[in-house]
């Protein structure tokens, strides 16, 4: 009996446990979640097939077309595991969340990235060369105008130069330093698999900013021989591969972007006012010119009116998408930028189209097409002489203009300065008649690159292209009648030309590429063969003398001095190349590369150049015994070594002898047109050739936290083009021939980090790059080359040396004026440097260099949830300038205006000892007192962004503010320390002579994805 009540007793609890547990996991079981959400990327863009999983698990699943992906019974304290290809894995915790929206970021160093080399790709665990990688977003941060501005200061090896900061403004490009004397220092350009140039004049427009930088993807700069020489004798220089973007497989997306803003002038030139010129004009000429100059004040501030506020705006629309099949990417862009100076613009409307298609699984095709429309109104900036003829250049007229004359007359008609003042000031030029001057430039350009592409076995593939170049070009000027004084007014008064310029180049490349792995080994050979042509031509009328300014230069037939001048040139380059791409355990990798090149424009004895090179990698991290360290992630020693050339340096006939006319003579009182020879030729004259020793590890750490390149390159070029002075007697001056050697040799470095990679994101990017150049080698062992007044060429130094007289101050009353100074009491000193009492060439010195000890740039990116904030910073360090625009304005001649410290002038009785006395016509010798620092600090881009809250219908809006050059720290007196009036010149360089002045900017723009 008590044994059955104990059994009942111990029965009760057991069955009330069961039912209390039986509830609790009922109850946690009703309160699982059905979870869904969406994946996308950066920009809003659905990811699909992206993996999500529950952790801890076995549930999981994928994203559909749309990035959506949906999960049930999913606790509410879980946690998912998002993952997709090339994008860093995440976890998300549920917490009681029924709608999930996950972004997904990139993976940065991924060692299995794949990056474009020439003629293909490559793993970036495998590439053996100098190769650096820039993303479209790097570039488009700042409102750039063509591809190279955005590549600014974020390569290193890359020197970057914008000569003239005019709307779609030159700008140069060095690579490893400057390569050729008298040919072109300029890369080549790929976009596409369309090579281009940028070689331009300094007033304009660069040929790259036909290009619309919003639709590029990525671009690769190629430093080393071992990435050049598959472009044989166009590779010297470097390689600037541009791919622009393409559709993916996936649905439609939509980009809608837009930027406005204003520009302003970052500096302006302290000059003095009409009182100060009145008593500088009543000294200089000994006389009562103004009356009583006090009275005049200020005067008329000319930059003021020069200068103005202006717009730049962009509009980009893209349409992207595809199957698996056909995948497409349209945009369309308008650009709109005035100049800071009055009546200066560029206008820019392109299109791009890119659609990739797969036939079937052995073949594809696909096309590529970029066309613009371009409109340049440029203002005369920029000038190349000394003293009086910087008024050529509309900065230099503004400058020089006298404050104490008009800018408009009563009716606000342009008030030439010949109709006031009773003629005085006939020789400077009112600047706002200049800004009057029509000097248009419309440029329409093609470009476009079809291919196929076959599967002919496993591993072979034969892919054929066809790349194609047009561009036109119709140049307008015209001067009018409105802005001459009745003075100047005559029967050839009023200018006119009217232009027109066609390039075509066409190319032909067949690529055969054979890849296969057998086992620890990987075997890749390519094969090339390509043929291309360049034509061009041109047709011109110049005439003046026109009855009035109705037709401008649209009825050119009306005016009275009329001149033509046509010209038609063609080209051929055939070429065959070959490349091995050996790897064992990926772990040791050796490239060699060949080319051999056939130019028409080359020497008859020298038609076809070939141009080898070799390079190896060893990947250490791989190796045994770095397998249990926790420290390094990517180990890698490069180096490289190879022959490249520079086919550009020479002309499409320079080897022939030519003729032209000029010659003309009178028979029998009959003016005859004469033809006579103007070169001789040269049948050895072939390509410049550089051959380059290149030497570089990769390294990263912690996780691939923080990565760091180095490399050391040592680069010597030979066969320079140079000119050789010959005797009378063969009737000719010179001869053009392969007579010169120049070296450049450096260091590279360049550093990344992720700082922070949790709900703040803090990431930061430098480069820094030591450059040293020497000329080796001149023609007959000639030691010294007169460029100019004050650059020389100079054996032992390096290109872009200054040499001049040494200022020694000011001659003060009763101080012994040296014999050949060509000075005056009050006059500017020159120092006796050899010390024999008086002044010759042999008291010249080198006074400057305009060659920067280091360039460098730096960039930090942060982002907070919603909010993004970038900056970058470019400088240039240890660099000289001559500022020819204060010899012009330090010299007080007479009937122009001076800079604002010659009010401290030397006179009698003012001993000052740095302004010369006013005096009529007066010159200055050439001194080392216009070389000034050209190093700076430039806040380059401060941008400012936030992404809203998504709407229906959108997937992704960012707003964001922009400041662009909103602080330059630089001791130079000019508008800006980064200039040069001789645009890429490689002999003259850094030489300020009132070009184009830099710009500041504010900009506001909003993007929108769908």
Do not use: C
């Not at 945009?331 to 079937?360: A, P, W």
């Not at 012009?888 to 604002?900: H, I, K, M, S, Y």
Request: proline letters at 3%; a neutral charge.
């Amino acid at each position: 009996m008590n044994v059955i009540k104990l059994k009942e007793l111990t029965t009760v609890p057991l069955v009330t446990l069961l039912l209390l547990l039986f509830s609790f996991f009922a109850h946690a079981q009703s309160g699982n979640l059905t979870v869904g959400g969406q994946v996308t990327d950066t920009s809003g863009v659905p990811l699909s097939g992206a993996n999500v999983a529950v952790k801890g698990t076995s549930q999981v699943t994928t994203t559909n077309a749309e990035g959506r992906f949906r999960l049930a019974a999913v606790s509410p304290r879980a946690v998912l595991v998002i993952s997709y290809k090339g994008y860093r894995s995440q976890e998300v915790a549920v917490n009681n969340q029924r709608t999930l929206t996950v972004t997904m970021e990139v993976e940065v160093n991924k060692l299995d990235d794949v990056i474009v080399v020439g003629y293909g790709t490559q793993r970036k665990a495998a590439t053996t060369g100098a190769i650096a990688s820039v993303k479209a977003a790097d570039i488009t941060q700042t409102p750039v105008v063509n591809v190279a501005q955005g590549l600014q200061a974020r390569v290193s090896g890359v020197q970057i130069t914008q000569n003239n900061a005019a709307p779609g403004g030159n700008i140069s490009v060095r690579i490893r330093g400057t390569n050729s004397i008298n040919g072109s220092s300029e890369p080549l350009y790929i976009v596409d698999g369309i090579q281009i140039s940028n070689e331009a004049s300094v007033t304009d427009a660069s040929p790259l900013s036909t290009i619309n930088p919003n639709d590029i993807e990525s671009v690769e700069v190629l430093k080393d021989a071992s990435a050049t020489a598959i472009y044989g004798a166009r590779g010297a220089n470097g390689v600037v591969i541009i791919s622009t973007k393409r559709g993916k497989n996936g649905p439609t997306r939509v980009q809608l972007e837009t930027y406005q803003g204003i520009q302003q002038v970052t500096k302006t030139i302290d000059m003095l006012n009409a009182a100060g010129f009145a008593k500088l004009e009543n000294e200089i000429y000994n006389s009562a010119v103004y009356s009583n100059p006090d009275s005049l004040g200020k005067g008329i501030d000319w930059q003021d009116l020069l200068f103005r506020e202006a717009i730049i705006q962009n509009y980009q629309l893209s349409v992207s998408g595809g199957s698996e099949k056909t995948q497409f990417s349209i945009s369309g862009n308008y650009f709109n930028q005035d100049g800071i100076i009055i009546n200066s613009n560029f206008k820019r409307y392109s299109l791009r189209l890119n659609i990739d298609h797969k036939i079937s699984d052995r073949f594809r095709m696909g096309a590529t097409v970029l066309s613009s429309y371009s409109i340049n109104n440029t203002i005369p900036t920029g000038a190349t002489g000394l003293d009086g003829l910087a008024t050529a250049s509309i900065v230099g007229a503004a400058l020089g203009a006298p404050p104490t004359l008009q800018p408009y007359r009563e009716d606000g008609s342009i008030y030439p300065f010949s109709d006031q003042f009773n003629g005085r000031y006939r020789e400077v030029v009112n600047p706002l008649g200049m800004a009057e001057v029509l000097n248009q430039k419309a440029i329409k350009r093609t470009m476009a690159n079809l291919f196929a592409e076959a599967k002919i076995i496993e591993g072979l593939t034969y892919r054929a292209s066809f790349n194609a170049d047009l561009s036109s070009t119709l140049a307008d000027r015209y001067s009018p009648l409105y802005i001459l004084g009745s003075l100047e007014k005559n029967a050839s008064s009023g200018s006119a030309y009217k232009g027109n310029s066609n390039g075509t180049a066409l190319l032909h490349e067949s690529i055969l590429t054979y890849s296969r792995n057998l086992g620890e080994h990987s075997l890749k050979v390519t094969g090339v063969f390509g043929t291309q042509k360049n034509l061009g031509n041109s047709n011109s009328i110049e005439a003046s003398g026109f009855p009035n300014d109705v037709t401008t230069n649209e009825a050119i037939g009306l005016a009275v001095n009329r001149t033509v001048g046509s010209y038609r040139t063609e080209e051929r380059l055939d070429s065959y190349m070959g490349r091995l791409n050996y790897g064992y355990k990926n772990r040791y990798f050796i490239d060699v590369t060949m080319r051999y090149d056939g130019a028409s424009k080359f020497g008859e004895n020298n038609k076809y150049g070939f141009f080898p090179a070799v390079s190896g990698a060893w990947r250490i991290i791989d190796e045994p015994f770095l397998q249990q360290q926790n420290l390094f992630t990517d180990l890698k020693l490069r180096t490289s070594y190879g022959v490249t050339g520079n086919a550009a340096a020479i002309g499409p006939y320079n080897s022939l002898a030519l003729v032209g006319s000029g010659s003309n003579y009178q028979f029998n009182h009959i003016y005859t047109i004469g033809v006579s020879p103007t070169g001789i030729p040269n049948k050895d004259l072939r390509w410049e050739k550089s051959t380059q020793l290149d030497v570089g590890v990769d390294l990263s750490i912690l996780n691939n936290r923080i990565s760091f390149i180095a490399d050391y390159y040592h680069k010597r070029t030979d066969d320079l083009l140079f000119v050789r002075n010959l005797p009378s007697s063969s009737g000719y001056q010179s001869v053009t021939g392969n007579f010169a050697s120049i070296e450049n040799k450096g260091l590279e470095l360049s550093v990344s980090a992720r700082i922070l990679e949790k709900e703040v994101k803090w990431t930061v990017n430098g480069n820094i790059t030591f450059n040293r150049n020497k000329l080796i080698h001149l023609a007959d062992d000639v030691k010294e080359y007169v460029v100019n007044n004050y650059v020389v060429l100079q054996t032992g130094q390096p290109l872009g040396i200054y040499k001049t007289y040494l200022f020694d101050g000011i001659y003060q009353t009763g101080e012994t004026i040296l014999e050949g100074s060509g000075s005056r009491t009050g006059g500017m000193k020159v120092a006796d440097v050899v010390k024999d009492g008086r002044i010759t060439a042999d008291d010249q010195v080198i006074s400057g260099d305009a060659n920067p000890s280091f360039i460098f740039g730096f960039s930090t990116n942060l982002s907070y949830r919603k909010f993004d904030f970038s900056a970058f910073v470019s400088g240039v360090q240890g660099n000289d300038l001559y500022n020819l625009s204060r010899y012009t304005f330090e010299n007080p001649l007479g009937q122009r205006n001076v800079v604002a410290g010659m009010s401290n002038r030397w006179s009698p009785t003012n001993a000052a000892n740095e302004y010369v006395s006013g005096y009529q016509g007066g010159r200055l010798p050439i001194t080392n007192r216009f070389v000034e620092d050209g190093s700076f600090v430039r806040i380059k881009n401060i941008t400012l962004g936030y992404t809203l809250p998504r709407i229906k219908g959108v997937s992704n809006i960012r707003v964001y503010l922009s400041g662009n050059n909103l602080f330059t720290f630089t001791k130079y007196s000019g508008y800006d320390p980064e200039v040069n009036a001789f645009g890429g010149s490689n002999t003259q360089v850094g030489i300020d002579n009132l070009v184009y002045p830099m710009s500041r900017s504010y900009l506001a723009g909003v993007q929108f994805t769908f």
